[in-house]
């Protein structure tokens, strides 16, 4: 009787993360933590209604909501679940209320404390692995309390159906936790899938766009650069100074077009072996009077032989890019720090400052197409070196915090190191 409450106890668990895959593509659910506090708290206090009671307890799987809710939808979803499972076994009451109340507190403490490892966790066998190994914890809870509580009780005999009560809650309740943690990375899977295809497809158009248009630009820009060329040698008079300025605006102009094709489809004209330290350490050198310029220090720590086979050039230029904006994004008397790192054919560069960091919605938008923080800026170079390390089979993440810095990790697979 026992094993058939547990497993309706599966099925109303299963139910709310159901729902939440179904309307997972809906933005105002997928981010709510209210919305999943509703949901898990509707089902723990649904657990706890249908509860099997024997020995003087009642018998469910209360917590497996709790820690669905704490670790996939925060500690606002956590306490509201909690709230119902206290609000819900009041209701009922029975001689081992306080114990129940302690049982609650006690369970909902390990998950809370587990949050941020959970969620620094990408990989998804690592983060449902965590699940069920945070789900044993209330396990461990209800079966210490229930063993305290029976031995308290005068007339208290233990037997076998006391052991089969307990193996089969155990496990039971990892079954349930494993099966709905699986459930929710894949309603979360198949968001980054869906907002992936989005991105590539936008990046596509884009980036025919952008060609086109360049293409078409490039040719008249450089029928004019040839005359003026041609003037500036024979010009002798009153014009002559402005002819260098318009020559280098001109430069520049061709500069953001060739971006613009660079985005487009980053060509890699000459594959060789890049000494990765050795290209980090002329970016530095390139780009320190900038930085001396902007009252920031340029520091580095870079592991010596590690090598790549990848177009210098463009790598050059990503790199510069990124550098580059982490100088600009940095106060006088700040720092920008610079590692590269190599583990096991993995190899790490990150770019760090103490700047001015941003906000969520300004960091979900980096890489976007003309969205930049400084107010002059187009944000293609950042999305121009982003797509570069991608087409190097690269990987770029960006972390930050308003008013502490950015980080910008790089990461590549297969390298070697001499």
């Known amino acids: 009787m026992l094993a058939e409450k547990l497993l309706l106890h599966v099925l109303i668990i299963l139910a709310p993360v159901l729902i939440y895959y179904m309307v997972s593509e809906n933005k105002r659910f997928r981010s709510s933590p209210y919305f999943i506090g509703l949901l898990q708290g509707v089902a723990a206090s649904l657990c706890l209604l249908f509860a099997f009671y024997d020995y003087g307890l009642y018998w469910d799987l209360r917590y497996i909501p709790l820690v669905l809710a704490i670790l996939y939808g925060g500690p606002k979803a956590g306490v509201m679940v909690?709230?119902?499972i206290l609000g819900t076994r009041t209701y009922l009451g029975g001689d081992a209320l306080l114990f129940g109340y302690f049982s609650?507190?006690?369970?909902?403490?390990?998950p809370f404390l587990m949050i941020k490892k959970f969620n620094k966790l990408q990989e998804k066998k690592k983060r449902i692995g965590l699940s069920v190994l945070v789900g044993l914890w209330p396990n461990i809870v209800m079966l210490?309390?229930?063993?305290?509580?029976?031995?308290l009780q005068p007339d208290y005999s233990g037997g076998t159906s006391l052991m089969l009560y307990i193996l089969s809650f155990g496990l039971i309740q990892v079954i349930g936790v494993g099966i709905a943690s699986m459930l929710h990375e894949a309603a979360l899977e198949r968001e980054i899938m869906r907002q992936e295809i989005a991105r590539a497809e936008k990046l596509n158009?884009?980036?025919e766009l952008a060609a086109s248009i360049a293409h078409e630009v490039r040719n008249p820009l450089t029928v004019v650069k040839g005359f003026l060329q041609l003037m500036q040698k024979e010009e002798k008079e009153k014009n002559f100074p402005y002819i260098p300025l318009v020559l280098s605006e001109l430069g520049r102009a061709e500069s953001i077009i060739n971006d613009y094709l660079n985005f487009a489809k980053p060509e890699f004209k000459k594959i060789e072996k890049v000494n990765l330290g050795e290209l980090l350490s002329d970016v530095i050198m390139l780009l320190n009077p900038l930085a001396l310029k902007?009252?920031?220090a340029l520091d580095s720590y870079l592991e010596n032989n590690v090598y790549m086979e990848t177009d210098k050039n463009q790598f050059k230029q990503a790199l510069v890019n990124i550098i580059k904006n982490a100088i600009e994004a940095t106060p006088q008397e700040g720092r920008v720090f610079t590692k590269l790192l190599f583990n096991d054919n993995q190899t790490t560069i990150i770019v760090k400052d103490n700047g001015h960091g941003m906000t969520k919605e300004q960091l979900s938008r980096i890489g976007t197409l003309f969205y930049s923080t400084k107010d002059k800026g187009t944000g293609l170079g950042t999305t121009v070196s982003i797509r570069i390390i991608e087409t190097m089979?690269?990987?770029v993440e960006y972390a930050s915090k308003l008013g502490k810095g950015t980080e910008v990790k790089l990461t590549f697979q297969d390298v070697t190191r001499i």
């Open 294 to 296: 902007n009252g920031v």
């Open 144 to 151: 210490s309390i229930l063993l305290t509580f029976l031995l």
């Open 82 to 84: 909690l709230a119902a």
């Open 205 to 207: 158009t884009l980036g």
């Open 104 to 110: 609650a507190l006690l369970s909902a403490l390990f």
């Open 393 to 395: 089979n690269g990987k």
